[in-house]
């Protein structure tokens, strides 16, 4: 969890920042996405696009994963001077995007394999304008997953009328992801975390 991206955001020089979450497999889940994390690091510090970085990791994991295990990804590209981000979705969750002044909606995305499925698959890669003010916030499915004791799951429907209503009383990124982190404990309690709970919250300055 990361709730100051954006002060690194509007301090950093660079054109570009890159940011992704992703989750695993529940068996041995940390297994897949350590081992694919070199990867995508190391194709985008050639200069890929975001479907060129996906479809290289994935060739590379596909060719030898044994134990059929995957790797959820969403890769986004950003240019910090144009607002401009490039971004593909394999197999995760949506983002929840929000244009300024609008409510949070589904980032929509045309569905891509997660990594490891198999070998040679198309990354579809879309685009995303932002201005000045917009916010993007990822997670991993153990949020939305969560359950209580009774069973109730936290839904994708209640995650994004909860953060609708938390940003209008925080203006802090660390006041909303504190706030939903809260939120998300209050509503386990006494059933304790099955899977990871990962949120990256971004603002846009322009």
């Known amino acids: 969890m990361d709730p100051s991206w954006d002060e690194r955001m509007r301090r950093k020089r660079s054109p570009r920042v890159k940011g992704f979450a992703a989750s695993e497999s529940p068996n041995r889940r940390w297994s897949m996405g350590v081992i694919a994390m070199p990867h995508i690091k190391n194709y985008a510090k050639l200069g890929y696009s975001p479907s060129r970085i996906l479809a290289e990791t994935n060739n590379r994991l596909a060719g030898q994963n044994r134990g059929a295990l995957t ?79 009774k ?10 009328q909860y953060l609708d209503e938390l940003v209008k009383r925080e203006i802090s990124l660390k006041g909303i992801v504190d706030g939903l982190q809260n939120d998300l404990e209050r509503f386990s309690e006494g059933r304790g ?9 971004l603002r846009y300055y322009g």
Request: negative net charge; hydrophobic residues 40%; charged residues 20%.
């Open 71 to 149: 790797v959820s990804v969403f890769l986004g590209i950003l240019n910090l001077r144009t607002g401009l981000m490039e971004y593909v979705n394999g197999g995760h969750e949506e983002p929840l995007w929000k244009a300024s002044g609008q409510d949070f909606t589904p980032l929509k995305s045309r569905p891509c394999f997660a990594l490891a499925s198999m070998e040679n698959v198309p990354y579809w890669q879309q685009e995303l304008q932002l201005v000045q003010g917009d916010m993007l916030f990822l997670y991993t499915g153990g949020v939305v997953r969560a359950e209580d004791i």
């Open 151 to 160: 069973g109730n799951v936290y839904t994708e429907t209640y995650l994004k």
């Open 193 to 201: 975390q099955e899977l990871d709970r990962t949120m990256v919250l």
